[in-house]
């Protein structure tokens, strides 16, 4: 089942009236947060408080997902054990960095007794995740290993590597491309790291574009007021919908059955395109079930 990943908003779990307002926000995903924005005495007290949350349910549609602080910290495996406990859709891992990273969750997932529905979701943001990518990401072909989907990290990348964040994001580009292919090979999807400048809209929807044309599901986001560009942006525009109608419906004309390409509106289009149309209009009527 194809499930709309536009935006993924991060909500620090710490916060009992953002959790609250998460229930009612039109983001796709709800990443409760027990990591970066939760302090140190708070973070016992925010797992509680999460947990409950999950437990007591109210958020409709949208995918929870609980990013749990890393497995090699003083409240990792807590964390992993709580909320996978808890059976949200989704546990997300911090700085992944080996297949190993993946296994190890998954193992102390089942030993908590987490649900099958709960996956796996694995933050790329240090160097040795990007070099093992291919390999972290192959550890999907067995799904025992729950995993089903990418973040990218951008503001961690960027200090690990001490690369520059530019408009257009030339210094890394590159290693968000190679995620993004890897994710492909192995049937994963792929959200793009957060944009920082909250009065920057232009900035925000140039960025939102840049991922989607590099092959992004969608962006995880840190104000609800970053959700309606996102949502836009990620989701097939009416034009292409109509489009992949056209083609979908050109390939099943009789005369057209036993070809692999044919001439559309004077253009070449191959059983590949209506593929690629199918997959437009299984997104566009997720989206639209959502509205």
């Known amino acids: 089942m194809i499930r709309p990943r536009r935006s993924a908003l991060y909500m620090p779990g710490s916060n009992a009236r ?3 307002k998460a229930r009612s926000l039109p983001a796709d995903a709800i990443i409760l947060d027990l990591e970066d924005s939760v302090a140190p005495d ?4 925010a797992r509680d408080q999460v947990c409950a949350a999950m437990r007591a349910g109210g958020f409709g549609q949208r995918e929870t997902i609980i990013r749990i602080n890393g497995l090699e910290s003083e409240w990792g495996k807590a964390d992993l054990a709580a909320a996978g406990a808890a059976g949200p859709d ?3 891992l911090p700085k992944v960095s080996t297949p190993g990273d993946i296994t190890m969750a998954a193992r102390e997932l089942n030993d908590a007794g987490a649900p099958a529905h709960t996956r796996i979701w694995a933050m790329i943001e ?3 995740g990007i070099l093992n990518v291919d390999a972290i990401a192959r550890t999907a072909a067995d799904p025992a290993a729950r995993l089903a989907v990418f973040i990218m990290g951008t503001n961690d990348i960027a200090k690990e590597t001490r690369a520059r964040i530019l408009p257009g994001r030339a210094p890394m580009l590159g290693w968000l491309t190679t995620c993004v292919l890897a994710a ?4 994963l999807d792929i959200l793009d790291g957060v944009y920082n400048q909250l009065a920057d809209a232009d900035g925000l929807r140039a960025e939102c574009e840049q991922g989607r044309d590099i092959g992004m599901d969608g962006k995880t986001l840190i104000h ?3 959700i309606p560009v996102a949502n836009e942006i990620f989701a ?3 034009a292409e919908i109509e489009w992949a109608r056209r083609i979908i419906a050109a390939f099943d004309l009789p005369e057209n059955a036993a070809r692999g390409a044919i001439s559309l509106d004077g253009k070449m289009v191959e059983r590949l395109h209506a593929d690629m149309a199918r997959r437009t209009l299984a997104i566009a009527e997720a989206v639209a079930a959502r509205s």
């Open 18 to 20: 953002a959790i609250e």
């Open 42 to 45: 708070q973070k016992a007290n």
């Open 90 to 92: 989704a546990i997300l």
């Open 126 to 128: 240090t160097p040795l």
């Open 184 to 187: 492909r090979a192995y049937g």
């Open 224 to 226: 609800p007021n970053q």
């Open 236 to 238: 097939p525009p009416e």
